[in-house]
């Protein structure tokens, strides 16, 4: 009897005030005041994250697998600030809609609602609804990252979930919401996908902790990741397989999955994963005090087992994704496939002994980024199968237009690409000095070239074209090496980061798009525009040389010839353009 009084004098005593104290971590915070499922919250089994919830660094990244219990807890993190530090707004993104509203109908409106700590004589009348919470004087907003929501509320504390899948100019938008708080912290958690980009770019600038583990028998400390170094797995053919990702489903009925386990890589006896006594959290880099760093790989927890990754791997190269099996599983970014040009490939294409000295009169193609500062590639000639670019320069915005107007009194300008965003002003100039022979490109629409029409309708002012579809062709051209790259001068190097920052993201449920990793990719994009403007010409051409001027479905569109009437009897077939 006594024990239920005390009992429900403490509960009392919880819905009027939290437990804390001024030494009391985060991770103890959380414990004492938040449940799960109907129990007081705990680290067992996952007692790494204790670290990670405790570290309110200003600049925190963390590569994680997926299904490690990560953004559970963040979720409470961030309630714990806002609880503990009243008076703070609080905003926790997550890369699109679908997955914000999972996240609060699933994760946060029932802790929130079913915690006393949040839910006390102050909290009658807060504000509360699927996306907005009051606590006390704090406020939490659960947010996608779009435009209106990076720009709109301003806050003191920012957690990024899945940060590799988000538009990353939305994240840098998100930072701006920081600059009037005293706290600016910002923290970002994903599995990563690509080597440089998102989280793995974050977690590279820190100071990389990484969670060792003592072995018990000959003390020496471990890092344990999924390779012949730690794992074993009788039955495995060493000498047959170069590392453990070269499995497939006919080698494992030879396997014993059931006797594998994690070794020492000194004293080749089985690690103990389940003793936090032998686990820590140390960094690489101690000196890097900008940024804080943690990566969470497969053994972080002993409950990610072997037989498990297996599975998964296997599952995983069934549907044709093993990239998804190196992100979500084991916690790293994928390096193979084609999704990123090689350095191999595009030294290959490179060539400065080419002639670069053309007569007058030579047909030459142009590929245009526009900026500020302007990337140039010339091509000699027009077939987008063979040209090769024999100058990429650049140029500044304000001199673009005399740049064009030389080269078209001194060469016979074929055709021509320049992106039309974000400078359309400067592009219809380029198009009206090159004899409207560049054409204004704007990344939109399908796998087809679409022409757009002046309001008159009288002829076609700009293309709007598939991105995928435009850089693929570079793609193509440089890693089957018949893309021939001169008059690059001091750039060498310059054009191989540009041609190297660029990684065709490819997922089974959604269409296939580049993604950058930092922001020079601009002469990819000048020669892709090239490339592109030359598939326009070339059916342009064979339109002429067919017929009578008749209105056409031209990509699906009763369109008038270019600069007056398109004369042709036939319709692109689609995709052949795209």
Partial sequence: ???????????????????????????????????????????????????????????????????????????????????????????????????????????????????????????????????????????????????????????????????????????????????????????????????????????????????????????????????????????????????????????????????????????????????????????????HTFARGYNVRPFVTHRLTIPYIVGELMTYKKNNYIRGWWNTVVGKPYTGGNERLSIEDIEACLDQSMPLDLAPGTKISIGIDSGIMCHVTVFKGADHATSPVVKAEVIHSEKLVRYITDLAEKYDIVTGGMDRHPQTVLANQVHEASGKKIWPIEYRGSKTLNPIKDPTGEFITHFQADRTTLLDRVQVRVQKRNMKIAGYLTQKQVLINHLRNMVRDEHPEKPAQWIKLSEDDHYFHSIGMGLTSMVIESFLQDSNDEDTRENVTFFGVNTPQVSGMLPTKRALAPGVLG
């Avoid at 005293?182 to 902790?209: E, N, Y």
């Avoid at 020492?264 to 101690?286: F, I, N, Q």
């Fill in 1 to 287: 009897m006594g024990n239920e009084l005390v009992r429900a004098l403490r509960e009392q005593f919880q819905a009027k005030y939290s437990i804390d104290a001024l030494n009391m971590s985060m991770s103890d915070w959380i414990c004492a005041n938040t449940t799960l499922k109907g129990k007081q919250f705990g680290f067992k089994d996952y007692e790494f994250q204790r670290r990670i919830i405790d570290d309110m660094h200003p600049n925190l990244w963390v590569k994680k697998i997926s299904q490690c219990g990560l953004t559970e807890s963040q979720q409470r993190k961030m309630l714990a600030f806002l609880e503990r530090n009243q008076g703070t707004t609080g905003i926790f993104a997550l890369p699109n809609q679908p997955m914000r509203d999972r996240l609060a109908k699933t994760r946060v409106k029932p802790l929130v609602e079913n915690d006393d700590v949040f839910n006390k004589e102050r909290d009658k009348n807060s504000t509360r609804t699927s996306l907005l919470y009051q606590l006390g004087q704090s406020f939490l907003h659960l947010s996608d990252c779009t435009e209106g929501a990076a720009t709109s509320t301003p806050a003191d504390i920012l957690f990024i979930d899945e940060i590799d899948l988000a538009d990353q100019t939305m994240v840098a938008l998100f930072g701006s919401r920081l600059q009037n708080s005293d706290f600016k912290i910002k923290q970002h958690f994903s599995t990563p996908t690509h080597v440089s980009f998102g989280v793995d770019a974050g977690f590279l600038a820190s100071d990389q902790h990484e969670y060792l583990c003592r072995c018990h028998h000959c003390g020496h400390w471990n890092l344990p990741d999924f390779t012949y170094d730690h794992v074993v797995i009788p039955g495995i053919l060493r000498d047959e397989l170069a590392c453990l990702s070269e499995l497939e489903q006919h080698h494992i009925p030879g396997l014993d999955l059931d006797g594998a386990y994690v070794k020492c890589e000194k004293c080749h006896k089985g690690l103990d994963l389940t003793d936090p006594s032998l686990r820590e959290w140390v960094p690489k880099h101690p000196s």
